[in-house]
């Protein structure tokens, strides 16, 4: 098997990518604060959190605070491994011999 697939196609998105990204450096972090850094719609943001949870790499708690809705989201220690695998991979690839 190549460098090439080892890479994690559940990070081929660019949002994927930027959303995981953020969140190994952060503990939690809202959906506002997220749709802003990564310039995304709610639609975008909302789908691509569903497809990382559904597979084990984020975690999403939705609550209220006061009235209104919040949602956040933080890596699991699942995502956290598999992000560090696919950069690892990715680092092979452009790495000299």
Same mark, same amino acid.
């Given at each position: 098997?190549?460098?090439?697939?080892?890479?994690?196609?559940?990070?081929?998105?660019?949002?994927?990518?930027?959303?995981?990204?953020?969140?190994? &450096?952060?503990?939690?972090?809202?959906?506002?604060?997220?749709?802003?850094?990564?310039?995304?719609?709610?639609?975008?943001?909302?789908?691509?959190?569903?497809?990382?949870?559904? &597979?084990?790499?984020?975690?999403?708690?939705?609550?209220? &605070?006061?009235?209104?809705?919040?949602?956040?989201?933080? &890596?699991?220690?699942?995502?956290?491994?598999?992000?560090?695998?696919?950069?690892?991979?990715?680092?092979?690839?452009?790495?000299?011999?």
């Amino acid at each position: 098997m190549g460098i090439i697939d080892q890479l994690n196609k559940n990070f081929e998105s660019r949002i994927r990518l930027g959303l995981m990204s953020v969140l190994m &450096v952060n503990d939690w972090i809202d959906f506002t604060e997220m749709k802003a850094l990564l310039n995304t719609t709610d639609g975008n943001l909302a789908s691509h959190s569903a497809t990382l949870e559904k &597979v084990g790499y984020i975690e999403i708690k939705k609550e209220f &605070v006061g009235k209104k809705p919040k949602t956040s989201y933080r &890596v699991t220690n699942i995502g956290r491994a598999a992000f560090t695998a696919h950069l690892s991979s990715l680092e092979k690839l452009w790495k000299p011999k």
